[in-house]
């Protein structure tokens, strides 16, 4: 029997639901919330019965019955460091997303409110693969600064999806390949995946590994220091350079790749500099990745909305592809991942994990 699950994915205005029927979309939908709605709400955490309104809402007007759902399906948020998986939102769990454990961020929303609906319908309920998800080896967390290990904040969700979705079309499981997934978004993140986990990859918020349309990576940290005591920028401007207005955001004044392509084929040299430089990160990362995983690679996964844009996928191949064959999964399919990690508990394939 086919099993029907609700998928729950906020964003800070946004919150993104959809009905599956195993791995059929029935229907989705994005609920906006404007900044006068939000207005009223002091944390987070307090958005969550306006926006539970918001989605049974809207659950009515399709006619669809929530009484026919088998599991309720909320995107992971800043919980403790943990390893990759589907884990059922337990009392301990609820506790550190309410609390922000590691942040207060929209995405803790969606454990809460998966809970809290599934506990209504006495339905089970899960998050997967959250971006705390740390499976780094312990060599790759030492950065040479003691008071500053390397900690694992990436794209977990998207990455392994589509690691296990090229296991799977190559008849194989995730638990059994090696691979490198560069996912290619607004932040950049590239992870090594050894047999089912990822061992090693750059920080992709707080500066590490390639700049992003968004974010600076990795910066000379010698310039970086005389920039913080310059008394020219505060904490927050300094901040600010590395996320949010770093990369493409600093060079060319847009954070988006699609602009910076039309700003090439227009015959501006600059950003041509700038998109090759993007490429050349993108390709030394997954170079360094291919020495952790000491040249056993199955395959280099390219993913993301970046992914879409051929001349860059096709450019970060070129550098890289005598490691492993190169394969292209454009987009993120946030929804379907989550409804694939319940899938993976309910139909026994994996067991859900405890926090």
């Known amino acids: 029997m086919a099993i029907k699950s609700l998928i ?9 639901i959809a009905v599956f029927e195993d791995e059929n979309m029935l229907f989705d939908k994005t609920l906006r919330h404007s900044n006068e709605e ?10 969550k019965d306006f926006r539970k309104k918001m989605i049974l809402d809207f659950l009515e007007e399709e006619k669809f019955d929530i009484k026919t759902l088998d599991v309720v399906v909320g995107r992971g948020g800043l919980v403790k460091p943990i390893e990759g998986g589907t884990y059922s939102v337990n009392d301990a769990l609820i506790e550190d997303l309410r609390n922000g454990v590691q942040g207060h961020h ?3 929303l969606g454990g809460i409110l998966a809970r809290e609906i599934g506990d209504e319908l006495g339905k089970p309920s899960f998050i997967v693969d959250p971006v705390a998800v740390d499976e780094l080896q312990p060599v790759a967390r030492l950065s040479g600064v003691p008071e500053i290990p390397r900690t694992s904040i990436f794209h977990p969700l998207n990455q392994k999806a589509m690691a296990r979705r090229y296991a799977k079309e190559n008849g194989k499981k995730y638990e059994d390949i090696n691979c490198i997934v560069a996912h290619l978004g607004g932040g950049v993140s590239v992870g090594a995946h050894q047999k089912g986990r990822v061992i090693d990859v750059p920080n992709a918020l707080e500066g590490d590994g390639a700049f992003s349309p968004e974010r600076a990576g990795a910066v000379p940290v010698g310039g970086l220091v005389r920039m913080c005591f ?18 493409l955001s600093a060079y060319l004044k847009t954070n988006s790749m699609m602009d910076a392509m039309k700003m090439v084929e227009e015959g501006d040299e600059n950003a041509k500099l700038v998109v090759d430089a993007f490429i050349y990160q993108i390709a030394k990362n997954i170079g360094a990745m291919a020495a952790v995983l000491k040249g056993k690679v199955d395959a280099i996964i390219l993913t993301g909305g970046i992914a879409y844009n051929k001349a860059v996928t096709d450019g970060i191949a070129e550098y890289v592809s005598f490691i492993a064959p190169v394969k292209v999964y454009p987009g993120e399919d946030e929804l379907l991942a989550l409804a694939q990690g319940a899938l993976r508990v309910l139909n026994g394939e994996e067991k859900a994990k405890e926090y």
């Open 8 to 16: 729950i994915n906020p964003g800070s205005t946004s919150t993104k």
């Open 38 to 47: 939000l207005a009223p709400f002091d944390t987070i955490v307090s958005q």
């Open 230 to 247: 310059s008394g020219d920028y505060t904490e927050k401007e300094v901040y600010k350079k590395l996320v949010g207005g770093g990369g």
């Open 106 to 108: 929209a995405s803790n």
